[in-house]
């Protein structure tokens, strides 16, 4: 019998957040069990680390300017950490769905971060 596999997801994509009804904020940033289960995920499946880890990384290769790497002010907010901090210490990865610390690498690194609210102003001001 034949099997057909339909999938929603173009090869790529990045899986949408649930939410929290009442604040708005992706769950595993309000959830600590669940964004703990996140972050093993990503440290199973894409060897999420530190950067002392003893495995090889290019240090500009960091969460922190990563392209999935989310610290839009809503973020931010939800993370409970003030919007005017400079370089704040936590954003939320879009790809694995937890909360990520800036100075950490992992495999699946993307070229192009952190999204922060001007580049999704930016973005939106295109369409």
């Known amino acids: 019998m034949a099997t057909i596999v339909i999938s929603l997801l173009p090869d790529g994509a990045i899986p949408v957040d649930e939410y929290d009804e009442e ?18 995920f990503a440290i199973d499946e894409a060897n999420y680390r530190e950067p002392n880890s003893g495995v090889a990384f290019r240090s500009d290769q960091v969460c922190g300017n990563c392209a999935a790497y989310n610290q ?49 102003e930016k973005y939106r001001d295109n369409f």
């Open 23 to 40: 604040s708005s904020c992706p769950l595993p940033t309000q959830d600590e069990e669940l964004n703990a289960e996140n972050r093993q």
């Open 72 to 120: 839009t002010d809503d973020i931010l907010e939800c993370l409970g950490l003030d919007d005017d901090m400079e370089s704040p210490p936590l954003g939320y990865c879009q790809i694995f769905k937890f909360v990520c610390e800036a100075a950490y690498t992992c495999d699946s690194w993307a070229e192009g971060g952190p999204m922060v609210s001007e580049t999704q």
